[in-house]
């Protein structure tokens, strides 16, 4: 069964359009979930660590949070070098030690 | 840059010959992993290495791929008689061990003909 869940695939949006991105988990035992970029053809490229429910980070123009059942990228007013695949991963007791990814949200920021 | 280095960056191949391919982490990371990446896909896990030991496997990992790091630096991957099915991203990622965060590669992309 799926363990991360990643919604949407795609997301258009206009320039300082702010939205959300969604990564939902079924792991017990979360040690870690991790957010990625990945530009084309380049590996993924480190965003943030969250550890517990009600974690926040922040960088930039994104901010991720965390529940025990999912967690969100925000992105405020994107500008079109956000365009990208955005990665969610989770460790987890029942994952061992292996990074166990969702399929990304390809993010496409118009001028 | 992640500081993690990763040869070729490129390789193209003909089914059934064999490819190794390099990860060179960052130095003082303990824990090195390969992934496998298709179009579309998020990285599917192959194997991890805590120094020069190789303490995980993918079920999913065919016995014809083979990694190892001797001396826990540098890794290599080997695909032996490869498939057009093994055409993919290669990704290499390392992690100090109770830092979590792991980084990548640029990764290595194979294509089999």
């Known amino acids: 069964e799926d363990q991360v869940t990643q919604s949407p695939e795609a997301l258009r949006l206009q320039e300082g359009e702010s939205s959300s991105l969604n990564c939902s988990y079924t792991?017990?035992?979360?040690?870690?979930l991790f957010w990625y970029r990945q530009d084309p053809g380049k590996g993924p490229e480190f965003l943030f660590t969250?550890?517990?429910a009600g974690e926040e980070k922040e960088k930039e123009r994104l901010k991720a949070t965390l529940t025990k059942k999912e967690s969100f990228l925000h992105i405020t007013a994107p500008k079109p070098e956000d365009s990208a695949t955005y990665l969610c991963?989770?460790?987890?007791?029942?994952?061992?030690?292996?990074?166990?990814f969702g399929t990304g949200t390809s993010l496409t920021v118009i001028p | 840059d992640t500081g993690v280095s990763q040869n070729p960056r490129h390789k193209i191949t003909k089914r059934g010959q064999n490819v190794t391919f390099r990860c060179d982490p960052i130095?003082?990371?303990?824990?090195l992993y390969w992934y496998r990446q298709t179009l579309g896909q998020g990285p599917e896990f192959l194997t991890y290495?805590?120094?020069?030991?190789?303490?995980?496997k993918s079920r999913l990992l065919s016995d014809r791929f083979s990694a190892e790091r001797p001396k826990g630096s540098f890794s290599t991957l080997e695909i032996q008689r490869t498939e057009q099915g093994d055409s993919a991203m290669y990704l290499c990622?390392?992690?100090?061990?109770?830092?979590?965060?792991?980084?990548f590669g640029q990764g290595t992309r194979l294509t089999v003909v």
């Open positions: 990622a390392s992690s100090l061990e109770g830092q979590g965060r792991a980084f």
């Open positions: 792991v017990s035992g979360l040690r870690g």
């Open positions: 969250l550890y517990s």
């Open positions: 991963a989770v460790q987890a007791a029942n994952t061992g030690n292996q990074f166990y």
């Open positions: 130095s003082e990371h303990n824990r």
């Open positions: 290495f805590q120094n020069e030991a190789q303490l995980e």
